[in-house]
């Protein structure tokens, strides 16, 4: 068996330590450290993309009710 630095017997204790508090605690009593969620989409190109789509339905619409 290898001998444990001092860092790795740290780390060890701090890690059963952790270990120990989670013990005879369910599942939703656990903390859990989820990332907040982010949108899948900046608002700048949610902006660019509804100037596209909107803007294009409005210069069809002015294009066919002003007959250019």
Same mark, same amino acid.
């Given at each position: ?42 608002? /700048?190109? &949610? @902006?660019? *993309?509804? #100037? /596209?789509? &909107? @803007?294009? *339905?409005? #210069? ?9």
């Amino acid at each position: 068996m290898a001998v444990q630095t001092p860092q790795q017997r740290l780390a060890n204790e701090k890690f059963a330590k952790r270990e120990a508090a989670k013990r005879g605690k369910g599942e939703g009593d656990r903390k859990t450290y989820d990332k907040p969620s982010k949108m899948p989409i900046s608002p /700048v190109w &949610f @902006g660019v *993309l509804g #100037f /596209v789509v &909107f @803007g294009g *339905l409005l #210069f069809e619409l002015a294009r066919m009710v002003l007959g250019f």
